[in-house]
């Protein structure tokens, strides 16, 4: 696995977990929902702790600390990605958790929401070292993950191979191949067509339709700044570039670079794999990940990690649209500034939700036993994503509200309509 990433500290002090369920109490206020819906609403079910133990190529065992958050399964089977990173922690993961169940509902798919996580630096692990800790925390979660009740899917530092490990240790405890127990899978063992690039893929589409909702004429020469060259940022970049996009500005965790009549997305791509890095791929300007945030630019898709637009930098952000790509980039009050200054946000919960989109064909081909080309998987979910966008700008319009609000709104109003029909179990 290519793994890169910095301990650059980016972090507004925002509990993550205190900003979702602050979001979900303004939702229920304004949707006047029932306040034990509500209450349950801001509780995960079920937090599991797991202690990971791993030898280590110089034969020493280490103990990581390894979390899946179960959050809620009104919808259907806990969903959501594995995150292998050194600030992962219990608040984070319930967090996202929360946002992976506000997600599943906005593009309507029959997923409820988890996520799970080791807190761990991948960089400084061996392949086969990775293996084993990923071999290991599957086998500490057989009872609690399954088709049926909780497919992880891939996240920050974990991917294709990381899903093909826990494809297989499951399997080896059920005595059968089970494929649909995780989604992101290599595609030579049932993974989709276009899953890897989906997410990127989801927020273009996104980007493009905010496009035409802030009523812009087309995408031809607009120009975009990337946050994050990694599954998210490579493929928005790509597909953003295919609709007539200039990427100016991209940005990883060493550094960024400026190209102020675009780049060459497929040679930086190229360039990135092979050096693990965007700096120095060309001719290119050096900038820092602050100044590429602050960059003047149409579209600004930030794509690495939680938190990096705070209400220090909110100010002075430049660009008309943010398409988050990452999950929670804003904190709660840099969002209200943005509004405020007339920047467009395209909220996480729906620009990024392309991933789970193609995870759930994922889960039907492999359910179903069969493997939709490549043509098809982009088609559905263009289609998904284009009627999840318009849901969300319907529900903006009718109340008045921006595309944040109102993509919570419709989430949590088709969860507490599943919740009037179920009753507690969920
Ligand atoms: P990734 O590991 O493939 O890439 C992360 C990228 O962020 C890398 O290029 C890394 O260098 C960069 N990065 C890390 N720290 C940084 C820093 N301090 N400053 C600037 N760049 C930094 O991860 P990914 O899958 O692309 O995920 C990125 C974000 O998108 C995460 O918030 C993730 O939760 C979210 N997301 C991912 C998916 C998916 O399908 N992969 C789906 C939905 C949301």
Redesign the pocket.
């Known amino acids: 696995m290519n793994v ?3 301990d ?1 500290q ?1 972090v507004e002090k925002v509990n993550p977990f205190d900003a979702v369920v602050k979001q979900i109490d303004i939702v229920g206020e304004k949707l006047k929902l029932d306040p034990s819906f509500i209450e349950c609403l801001k509780h995960p079910r079920r937090i599991i702790i797991v202690s990971v133990p791993v030898r280590m190529d110089n034969g020493k065992i280490k103990i990581f600390t390894g979390y899946r958050v179960q959050y809620n399964m009104l919808r259907g089977p806990y969903k959501g ?1 594995i ?1 292998y990173h050194p600030r992962v922690d219990l608040d984070e993961v319930k967090a ?1 958790a929360a946002l992976m169940t506000l997600k599943c509902a906005v593009v309507d798919i029959p997923y409820g929401g988890a996520k799970g996580g080791v807190t761990c630096n991948p960089k400084e692990l061996s392949k086969s070292e990775l293996e084993r800790l990923t071999r290991c925390y599957t086998a500490m979660l057989l009872d609690e993950i399954g088709p049926y009740k909780d497919v992880p ?7 294709a191979q990381t899903m093909a490990w826990i494809m297989d240790t499951y399997s080896q405890f059920k005595g059968y191949l089970v494929p649909e127990v995780v989604t ?1 899978k290599p595609v030579e063992i049932g993974g989709s067509e276009g899953r890897e690039g ?3 893929r989801g927020v273009a589409l996104c980007a493009r339709e905010a496009i035409k909702h802030l009523n812009i004429d087309n995408m031809k020469g607009l120009c975009v700044a990337i ?8 493929a928005a970049a790509k597909v953003l570039q295919e609709m007539g996009c200039e990427i100016i500005a991209v ?4 550094g ?1 670079i400026h190209a102020p009549h675009g780049l060459d997305v497929q040679a930086l791509i190229e360039y ?1 794999n092979r050096t693990g890095q965007v700096a120095g791929f060309g001719d290119t300007k050096p900038i820092t ?1 602050e100044e590429l945030l602050e960059f003047k630019c149409d579209i600004l898709v930030p ?4 938190n ?1 637009i705070t209400e220090e930098n909110a100010p002075r952000i430049k660009a008309r649209i943010v398409a988050e ?5 804003s904190t709660p009050g840099a969002r209200e500034i943005l509004n405020k200054r007339g920047v467009f946000v395209v909220p ?1 919960i729906l620009a ?5 989109v193609v995870s759930y064909f994922e889960w039907i081909q492999n359910l179903h036993r069969e493997h939709w080309d490549r043509t098809e998987v982009d088609k559905k979910l263009e289609e998904k994503m284009v009627k999840a966008y318009r849901d969300v700008a319907e529900m903006s319009r009718k109340h008045g509200v921006d595309l944040a609000t109102s993509a919570s709104m419709l989430a949590i109003k088709r969860l507490a309509d599943a919740f009037e029909r179920l009753g507690l179990f969920p």
């Open positions: 890169t990433y910095d650059e980016m990605g995150r996202l899917a891939p996240d920050v530092y974990t991917d992101g989906a997410t990127g946050q994050g060259f990694g599954k998210v940022g490579k940005s990883d965790s060493k960024g990135k990940n794509a690495a990690l939680e990096v790509g990452a999950n929670g980039p996480d990024n939700a392309g991933g789970v």
